[in-house]
């Protein structure tokens, strides 16, 4: 008996619009970091493998709230940079962002996908993740353009303190921040999901707020701890893009 041919294939792969969306925003994402130079080598690879966890595992919404992020911040890291050089507050790498900058503002939205993965449904992940990185547009904002007021004070006791001192707050840095979460607060009401039970008026008010006293967290890390050495600037933009979500958690429970 002659045997029946064999076919191709008889195994296909379910690609769903989503992951097809997603890898296609990875690879905008890389392509604009690496033809707008916003990433060094090091931050394209944690790009790639950042964009991909929160898209893949959270979801491609996410990922451009994040995109929304680094365009934004990047673009307040290059403003002004001659003038910000001469009064050595310029950011490292000649204003491009390595791995390291990408997991200090890319990490709590990451852990965020990754809870998603593993335990889907929870209706407050998306808030939890969208309130890190408006934390990290807002601490980035007020970093880049409060850096050059000279009306800095120190947020721990409020005595006059150098521009760019860690923990320095300043007026133009405060409206800079509270600019920065809105961006990201209006991004993310535009991308919420459409089964949210969270009003948009709601989702607007309190990740601004969240964005906005995230900053504020990592302004008293930066002078308590940063400036006596006990942490890096990286961990503690960690810290407070994390403690964004911490609050989005608690705010999710306790008031909406």
Known sequence: MTPPRCRKSEITMDISNDQIISVSLVLALLLLSRFRDLLDNSGLFAATITGLTVSLMG????????FTFLVIGSLATKWKFEEKTL???????????????????????????????????????????????????SDTLAS???????????????????????????????????IGAIIISI???????????????????????????????????????ENRGYLGKHSVNFLATFSGSLMAIIFYHQFL
């Open 187 to 225: 991004t993310g009401v535009i991308f919420s999901p459409e089964n949210s039970t969270i009003n948009d008026i709601n989702l607007l008010l309190m990740l601004t707020l969240i964005g906005w006293l995230g900053c504020q967290v990592d302004s008293i890390l930066g002078a308590v701890l």
């Open 59 to 66: 979801h491609w919404t996410w990922l451009i709230v994040l």
């Open 144 to 178: 880049e353009i409060g850096s050059l007021d000279t009306r800095t004070r120190s947020i721990t006791n409020l005595q006059s303190v150098p521009a760019g001192t860690n923990g320095g707050m300043s007026p133009t840095g405060t409206i800079a921040a509270f």
């Open 87 to 137: 009064l050595s507050l310029e950011e490292a790498n000649e204003g491009l962002r390595s791995w390291k900058n990408v997991l200090a503002n890319g990490g709590a939205v990451s852990i965020m996908a990754i809870y998603n993965f593993i335990f889907p449904g929870e209706e407050w992940i998306y808030f939890a993740a969208v309130a890190s990185i408006s934390v990290a547009l």
